[in-house]
Every structure is written in C-alpha cells, then in structure tokens.
C-alpha cells in the first residue's frame, strides 16, 4: 500500500475523518482525491473510479431526522468527498437545491398504496437526474479551482433521454465548461426530445445519432479513451470531463436522498430508529441503485434492493443466473430511460463483488466488450444477495399505472410503474412485508401520452399537449413549469449524425481543426 494511502486527516473542525481516495476498477495504480476523480469522470485504463472504502455514517439515524435536505446532503457528502472543504460542500449545495426545485423538501414521499414513492423528479427537468446533476456542475468548477485546471472542461454525455436535459439545465451559461449530448434520434419521448433540442446557451450543442442508446455511449467512452483526440483538446485549451452516471459526482449525491427518505421516514414516525426497508429502483445503468447499495454500506438499514427491469431485462437474467449477456434484441420500451443493455455504474458492482480485484474485473469487462457476455464465480454471487431482480413487461407496466390511479388516484410515470409491478411480482414471491420506498423517477407529465394511454386507449386520439392538460386535471396536479417552457420553444438544435461521426461532430463544435 503506497504511503499515506489511507491516512486519516484532521478536518478544521477537529473531527477526524477518514480520508477517502478513488481507484480504477481496472488497475492498481495511484489513486485520486475526489476532485480528481469528478475532474476526469472516467480513469484512463478505461476503468470506473470507486471509493478504496465506503465510509460509515457518523450522525444517528435520530440526528439525521432532524436535518433538512441540504444539511443531509452535507452530512452524506463530506464523507465521500473528503477533499473539498466544508465552506466548499457547502457552497456547492446551497447552488444546487434551491428554487430550482418546486418544493421545499426536494424529494417528498407519497404513501400509495401500502408503498412509500419517493418522488425524485422535484428539479428543473423532471426526473431523478436533476438530483445529482443540478450539483454536479459546481462540485466539477470547484475540482478544476482545486486543481489548478487552466483548460475549458467539456462535458460529453450520451443520453437515453434524461440525462441529456438535466446535464444541459445545469451546465448551460456556466463559465469555463461547454457541454455536448449525444442521444438517440428515434429512442427518446417526443417531450424528452423537445426538452433538449430547445436548449438555450451558446456553451451547449445536442445531437442526435442513428443508433441507439448504447452505441451514443459506446462512442462517447472511445472519444473519452482516444489519446490522439485528448492532445488535440489539451492544445486548443480543452479537456474532456464526464456528466454521465459513471462521473463519481453523479454518484455520492445520489447516496443522499436514500439516507433522506429513511429519516423522513423516521422523523414521521413511520418507522422505529433500525428498522430495516426496502428500496424498489427502476435501473438502467445501475447508477441509482448503486447509490442505495452504497447508503446500504455506509450503514442505513435497508434489507433488499430490489433492481426493476423493463423489456431489456439482461440485469435480471444477471440477478437469476450470473451471466451477464447483452447479445439479445434490443428492445424499444415506453421506459426509454431505461432501454439499456449495458449497465455501466454494474462494474463498480462486479469490482467490489471480486474483492476489489482490478485484474479480475478487467478480465470480464474485456469479455463483454469482446464477446458481449462473461459469467461470474459461485463465490461472487454469494455476495449479491442484498439484491432481487425481477421486471416487467410493457403491458405490467401499463396494468400498474392504472390499477394505482384507479385505487388510490396517484399517477406515476411508466419508469416508476416498472418499479410498483416488480415490487408487487417480489411480494407476491416472498410475503415479505418490510416497508418499502419505490424510487420515483420522472414525473408523469414528461411521459404523458404512455401515462395517458395506460389509463384509458381513449387517450391516443389526443395532441401531446392536451394530453398534459388532461393529465393534470385527471392527477389533480399542476403543470410543472419544464413542460410549460417547451410548449412553445423553439427548436435550436437540429444536428443529426451516423455514430462513425462523432469525433468529427465534436472537433467542429470545439473549431479544432
Ligand atoms: C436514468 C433513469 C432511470 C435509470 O437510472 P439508472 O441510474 O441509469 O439505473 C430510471 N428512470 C428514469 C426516469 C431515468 O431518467
């Protein structure tokens, strides 16, 4: 172990802390402070960056029941991101949760049905990205000051829809960054399209590529990982950073809202101070649940993660029989967000699961992107019983949305309702009657016409934009202000390309010739 590796460091306070550095998953090399693990979004080997080890909690559940949103935030943040001052976190998330969200609370829990939602779609556009990606920005242009980052950072973002207008929300107008987002021209919602081709700021440019969601990401890892593009960059005075779910940025925010919902919970006396819950995550790239895993380990008593799959189901299969294999249809769903074959922030997984072994892990990410598949050992899969996969099939999804608003009024979008009918498939397996928080993660209006249509096929008759204003009178529930704005906005972006084009795309926004 190098020198200093895991020392402890004295904080201005006085308390001491655990100073927590950042490895690849794909070799053993030096590791990073935090700001540079934000700085650099991915390492060079290719690997994601991991935490060398998941800090404990050090406020009392009962504490913490007492803490606002934002001094929660702090409380989990500081742990993880060891290097950044207090005055610095601080700072960092007052920006991120303000007015920008429309409630004071920034991600309240409804009771439906026998189920805690935690409604995570609160922020600017909607959806659960805006959590961590409305902080992101200042937790990077705070990295690139503590790290005396002369170069404009450019962020490169492959969407499957929501991450692409919540990255653009928070790092439109924001000095020394510009920002790129790739998505897949006919694999969004029209309004998550909307949403991002109106994207007002001249740091900002979209596009969309034939392909899908996996071939966006796929080009934008090997962008990230070509050497001689990085020396073209450096020389016009630019450097790439990630907003993608892999960005440890993305992550340690997304940690807070789980320790959040626990003491709300318990604040509300809901629940008694250790009683174990249950968390349901709609997953795509495996970042959301990823995050629930690390508030598992940091201590919060959560009994099971319950990883919900849409049509594209390959975590399930993964969860049943260890084979991870992405050669398989890929499969177009009415929870876009989370039309994904390849679950990146799932490595960090595998990583910790091998026994934090970088040569193991290589070994099977070089099988998946050679073969597409690998398989995991007995003993490996002994440590995946935290978690219980299951999914749903569009026509579940459906059935779930309109059995919930027609027993208890509640509408939820088609991501959160792949979530309600998995826990209702896992109850229904286990009798398991531990309380439970479903991950809320959009907002019904940005996936009106299939929330619509779920409900009663009359609705597929109607314009997008008369379905919102059925929706909200049906829902009993305003407008939220990101779709009012796209009513009439205009289009600003309208590049269109083939995935052999990025690189050429990216230079020309960037005038490198
Ligand atoms: C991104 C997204 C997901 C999937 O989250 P991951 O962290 O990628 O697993 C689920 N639902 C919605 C609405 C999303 O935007």
Redesign the pocket.
Known sequence: MPDGYEKTIEKTKGNLFMEVLYKSTRSDGTPVTASQAILKGLSEDGGLFVPDHIPTLDKSLSELSNMTYKETAYEVMKLFLTDFTEEELKTCIDKAYDSKFDTDVIAPLVEADGVYFLEL?HGATI???DMALSILPHLLITAAKKNQVKNEIVILTAT????GKAALAGFAGVEGTRIIVFYPKNGVSPIQEKQMVTQKGANTHVVGIHGNFDDAQTGVKQLFNDRELAKEMEKAGFQFSSAN?INIGRLVP?IVYYVYAYARLLSEGELKEGEKINVV???????????AYYAKNMGLPIEKLICASNDNKVLYDFFQTGAYDKNREFVLTT?P??D?LI?S?LERLIYRIAGNDAGKNTELMNALSGEGKYEITEVMRKELLDFYGNFATESEAGQTIKALFERCGYII?T??AVAAAVYGKYKKETKDGTKTVI?S??SPF?FTRSVMEAIDPKYSSMEDFELVDELAKLGNISVPNAIEEIRTAQVLHKTVCERNEMKTIVKNFLEIK
């Open positions: 779609f959806a659960f990205k499957s829809g929501d991450t779910s997304q995550v709609p997953t795509g790239n495996f970042g959301n649940i990823l995050a929870s967000s989370m994904i679950s922030n979008d991501h959160t991950a993660t959009a940005k």
